[in-house]
């Protein structure tokens, strides 16, 4: 489904494995999980955002950077930093005739524990998040990107 003139986002947790996707509801208010991608075929997983992004018609992709808690960035960081840049560059070469979604890598310190606490709030014990953890730390991250942007019916 396209929006229709709003700005909406994609939260995006790099994983070893998985790549954790988080979309904006239609109102601008609060992020929700969708399922995981397979994150072992970066070009693959760039292709597959993309595709969704334009498929829901979404203007902002929110790249989670999880930096140490001194704000370094370590290997992971710097998974997520090329994750980003590679979704830059496929944007910036399939630009077209739609307006293109800009890329935002998004300081994530803690989403993943942020996301573990909320499982176990909820009753799920670690070993039956697996499938789900990637998608709730995406939601974490894009949601946390959209209440510091301000306005929730962002125009």
Same mark, same amino acid.
């Given at each position: 489904? !396209?929006? $229709?003139?709003? @700005? *909406?986002?994609?939260?995006?947790?790099?994983?070893?494995?998985? #790549?954790?996707?988080?979309?904006?509801?239609?109102?601008?208010?609060?992020? $929700?999980?969708?399922?995981?991608?397979?994150?072992?075929? *970066?070009?693959?997983?760039?292709?597959?955002? #993309?595709?969704?992004?334009?498929?829901?018609?979404?203007?902002?992709?929110?790249?989670?950077?999880?930096?140490?808690? *001194?704000?370094?960035?370590?290997?992971?960081?710097? @998974?997520?930093?090329?994750?980003?840049?590679?979704?830059?560059?496929? #944007?910036?070469?399939?630009? +077209?005739?739609?307006?293109?979604?800009?890329? $935002?890598?998004?300081?994530?310190?803690?989403?993943?524990?942020?996301? $573990?606490?909320?499982?176990?709030?909820?009753? @799920?014990?670690?070993?039956?998040? *697996?499938?789900?953890?990637? +998608?709730?730390?995406?939601?974490?991250?894009?949601?946390?990107?959209?209440?510091?942007?301000?306005? !929730?019916?962002?125009?």
């Amino acid at each position: 489904m !396209k929006s $229709h003139g709003k @700005k *909406r986002a994609m939260g995006v947790d790099v994983g070893a494995r998985r #790549i954790g996707i988080a979309v904006e509801d239609e109102l601008g208010l609060l992020a $929700h999980a969708r399922a995981p991608l397979d994150g072992r075929d *970066r070009k693959q997983a760039v292709a597959a955002v #993309i595709e969704m992004a334009a498929a829901e018609g979404l203007t902002d992709l929110v790249v989670g950077l999880p930096l140490d808690l *001194r704000g370094n960035a370590g290997e992971a960081a710097k @998974k997520a930093q090329a994750f980003a840049q590679a979704l830059a560059d496929a #944007i910036a070469i399939a630009k +077209g005739a739609t307006p293109a979604p800009t890329v $935002h890598l998004f300081d994530e310190r803690l989403t993943t524990v942020e996301a $573990h606490r909320r499982l176990r709030e909820a009753g @799920k014990k670690q070993k039956d998040t *697996r499938n789900i953890i990637d +998608g709730v730390a995406a939601a974490t991250l894009l949601q946390a990107w959209i209440d510091g942007q301000g306005s !929730k019916f962002r125009e």
